[in-house]
């Protein structure tokens, strides 16, 4: 679902960071290749805790690099996405309220 916010409430160890890191990179570059892809600027990531918000960032960009490079080998759009977000992850909101 591409058209609505989500939000994610779960237990420990639910994947709940797992859920939130396929949602942001299907966002920032969409397998579909009809899909627009999100700027990450405009994305917003909330945890509780400021080490839950260095996690979740430090793994979407692990995400990133592993999906570029499988694209690279094979979808130039997709990898052109993927580099843009990369290069500009730090300036998604990924923190605490």
């Known amino acids: 679902e591409r058209q609505r916010n ?6 420990a160890g639910t994947g709940k960071t797992k859920t939130i890191i396929d949602r942001a990179v299907e966002l920032l570059a969409p397998s579909a290749p009809d899909a627009v892809p999100v700027p990450i600027q ?14 979740l960032r430090f793994r979407l960009r692990e995400r990133l690099l592993r999906e570029l490079e499988h694209a690279a080998r094979s979808d130039a759009a ?10 500009t992850v730090d300036a998604a909101f990924i923190g605490t309220i």
């Open 78 to 87: 997709r990898s052109r996405q993927l580099r843009d977000a990369l290069g």
């Open 42 to 55: 405009r994305m917003a990531a909330i945890t509780f805790t400021r080490r839950a918000a260095g996690e």
């Open 6 to 11: 989500v939000v994610v409430i779960a237990g």
